[in-house]
């Protein structure tokens, strides 16, 4: 059973900025369409984007031109850069496949974003 392992949330003050990490066991990272997603306290959990093999890339509109995900296969290594962050982006992140399917989740890593 893959581990999702994912880091870097914490608390961040409005148009700030975090860069979260996800890391996996094995070379599914590399392998597979890679997400980020994220669940907010009450919701539901939606993708936000995600990665393909040949690095095309796709956002959420509510991201898009704030986020950036990236990969770095060497360090097995997915990556959300997170700019102007607002307080509707509060919620736990996850990583996982596209689609995640019966695939286990990590813990996640929570980002909040409050004055």
């Known amino acids: 059973q893959v581990q999702f392992v994912e880091s870097g949330g914490g608390l961040v003050q409005p148009e700030g900025s975090l860069s979260l990490s996800c890391t996996a066991s094995g070379r599914i990272l590399s392998n597979y369409m890679i997400g980020w997603y994220r669940q907010a306290p009450g919701k539901q959990r939606d993708r936000v984007a995600y990665?393909?093999?040949?690095?095309?890339?796709y956002y959420a509109d509510s991201v898009r031109g704030r986020f950036t995900i990236s990969r770095d296969s060497a360090k097995n290594t997915v990556y959300l850069q997170m700019n102007i962050l607002k307080p509707e982006d509060t919620a736990v992140y996850y990583c996982?496949?596209?689609?995640?399917?019966?695939?286990?989740w990590g813990q996640g890593t929570q980002v909040t974003v409050s004055s």
């Open positions: 990665i393909r093999r040949d690095g095309f890339t």
């Open positions: 996982n496949v596209v689609p995640p399917e019966n695939r286990s």
